[in-house]
C-alpha cells in the first residue's frame, strides 16, 4: 500500500508539472497567433489512452509517461516532421514568427513552471505556515553513523554553528555542509565546545547518504506498533503493543544505543524484557543476520521535541513564498554544480524515476506534497533550460544565436541538433535509471 500511495502522488505531481509547463508553451504561441497542433501529456508513440479534437488542436494522454509535449506547426521539435518543413511557411507557423516571438514561446514552459513553484510557496506558507526544528532545540545532542564518527563528531554532540555561522533549522545542517563546501563543525561535548574539521573526503559520502547528522532520539517508550517485512521478533513471540523496556536487563536512555547493542551482539541468543498489559515478560531470541528484531514503533518528532511553527497572513506569505522559491532555485543550481566535479562524484547518486518516487512519503500528506511538487517543478524548469538540444534550452540557445549573428541556423542542421540532443537525453535516462536498478540490487 505504501509503494501504491507513492506511485500515486508521483504520477499525480508529474502530470501537474508536465499540463503546466506544455500549458506555457501553447499559451505563449496562442498569444502570437501560432497553430499548435497537439496537446499531449505523455507520449503517444503508434497510439493514445484518450484524445480529442476541438478547433485546430488535437488534446490526449499517452502511454509513455516520460514527460508530455505540444506539437507546434512548423517547428522542429520531438515528432521531426520533416514532410511539413518542406513546403512553404504559412503565417500561422512557428517559423514564420520574429525571432523574439519564437524565444518566447519557447521559454514559456520553463516561466510557467516557476511561476507554479513560486505559487505553491505561497499557499503552502499561507495555508500550514512552516515548521521546523530549531538547532537550538536538539536537546539531547545528535546521532551519527560511521562516517560521521570518523571525521570526529560522536553521538551526543550539540551543535552550535558550522563555519561559525548558526543554522536556524537543523535539517538543513547537513545540506548546508554539502551545498557551500563547509570546512568546520562547531559542537558542544559535554560543556565543551570543539571545532570538527570536515575533510574532503566526507562530502562524496554524504552525497552517498552516509555522514547524515540526525537529532539523538530517546529509547522509551518503545511500543511495538508494525513488523519489519523480515521479522525474527513476531517469529519470537512479540505482540503489536508490547513495550520493550531493556535487553538482558539492561536500560538504554537513547535508540542509538539500542541499536549498538544489538549490532554488537546478533550472533548471541538475547533476553528482551517486554511489558504487556502491565506484565512484565521475558522472550529469548536471536536476532537475524542484519541484527534486527525486524519490530518498528511510531515516533512523533513534535512528541521529543519542540518544533518551531511561523504563521503567515496572505500578503505576508507572497514575499515569504517568492524568497523560497528563490533560495530553492539557488540551492538546486549548487546541487546540479556537483555532479560535474570529480571530487564529489556527485554523478553516481544520480537517480531516476524509483529515486524521484521515493522522495514521496508513504502516506498522504498534502502539504508534503505540494512542497516537493514546488520543488520538482523547479528542477524541470532548470534541467529545461539546459543548452541541450531536444530541451527547450537548445531551442533558446539556437534563438539567441539568430538574434546575436542575424542569421538563422539551417533546418537540416536543427534536424541532426534534436537527434543529437534526444540521444543525449536518451542516454542520460538509461544511466539515472540504471543507477537506480544497481542501488536496489546491491540491497
Request: no cysteine; proline share 4%; aromatic share 12%.
Amino acid at each position: 500500500m505504501t509503494i501504491l500511495i507513492k506511485i500515486l502522488q508521483f504520477v499525480l505531481s508529474l502530470s501537474i508539472l508536465v499540463i503546466i509547463h506544455e500549458l506555457g508553451h501553447f499559451t505563449l504561441a496562442k498569444l502570437f497567433k501560432t497553430r499548435v497542433e497537439k496537446f499531449y501529456l505523455f507520449f503517444d508513440p503508434w497510439f493514445s489512452l484518450f484524445k480529442f479534437k476541438r478547433g485546430e488542436t488535437e488534446y490526449g494522454i499517452g502511454w509513455l509517461p516520460l514527460g508530455g509535449y505540444v506539437k507546434i506547426s512548423g517547428m522542429i521539435d520531438e515528432s521531426m516532421d520533416k514532410e511539413q518543413m518542406k513546403l512553404p511557411p504559412q503565417p500561422y507557423e512557428f517559423r514564420s514568427k520574429s525571432s523574439l516571438q519564437r524565444l518566447l514561446i519557447m521559454t514559456g514552459g520553463v516561466v510557467f513552471n516557476f511561476i507554479l513553484a513560486m505559487l505553491i510557496y505561497v499557499l503552502v506558507l499561507f495555508g500550514w505556515g512552516e515548521t521546523y526544528l530549531p538547532t537550538a532545540n536538539v536537546k539531547y545532542g545528535i546521532e551519527v553513523d560511521s562516517v560521521g564518527y570518523a571525521i570526529g563528531l560522536r553521538n551526543g554532540d550539540k551543535i552550535i554553528s558550522v563555519d561559525n555561522q548558526h543554522v536556524e533549522n537543523f535539517i538543513h545542517i547537513s545540506s548546508d555542509i554539502v551545498l557551500n563546501n563547509r570546512k568546520s563543525i562547531q559542537v558542544d561535548r559535554n560543556g565543551e565546545v570543539l571545532n570538527i574539521e570536515v575533510p574532503k573526503e566526507y562530502i562524496p559520502k554524504m552525497l552517498k547518504g552516509k555522514g547524515g547528522i540526525d537529532p539523538r532520539i530517546p529509547f522509551g517508550p518503545f511500543v511495538v506498533a508494525a513488523y519489519g517485512k523480515d521479522s525474527p521478533g513476531k517469529d519470537a513471540g512479540i505482540l503489536i503493543g508490547d513495550e520493550l523496556v531493556g535487553i538482558d536487563s539492561i536500560r538504554f536512555a537513547f535508540y542509538d544505543e539500542f541499536q549498538k547493542y544489538l549490532r554488537e551482539n546478533k550472533d548471541h541468543p538475547l533476553m528482551l524484557n517486554l511489558l504487556r498489559k502491565g506484565e512484565n515478560i521475558n522472550i529469548t531470541m536471536t536476532p537475524g543476520s542484519s541484527g534486527l528484531l525486524g519490530i518498528n514503533r511510531t515516533v512523533s518528532i513534535d512528541k521529543i521535541f519542540d518544533l518551531k511553527t511561523i504563521k503567515y497572513g496572505f500578503l505576508e506569505s507572497i514575499p515569504a513564498g517568492i524568497n523560497k522559491g528563490f533560495k530553492t532555485v539557488a540551492d538546486y543550481l549548487k546541487q546540479f554544480k556537483l555532479l560535474f566535479s570529480k571530487h564529489t562524484k556527485a554523478y553516481e547518486s544520480l537517480g531516476g524515476f524509483i529515486t524521484i518516487g521515493n522522495i514521496f512519503p508513504g502516506v498522504w500528506d498534502w502539504q508534503a506534497f505540494w512542497n516537493l511538487t514546488a520543488f520538482l517543478s523547479i528542477i524541470l524548469a532548470v534541467m529545461n533550460i539546459l543548452p541541450i538540444p531536444a530541451l527547450d534550452g537548445g531551442h533558446v540557445m539556437f534563438l539567441l544565436f539568430e538574434v546575436i549573428t542575424g542569421r538563422k541556423p539551417s533546418d537540416k542542421f536543427l534536424e541532426y541538433a534534436q537527434i543529437v540532443g534526444m540521444i543525449l537525453l536518451l542516454a542520460l535516462l538509461i544511466f539515472a535509471n540504471g543507477n537506480d536498478i544497481l542501488r536496489l540490487i546491491r540491497k
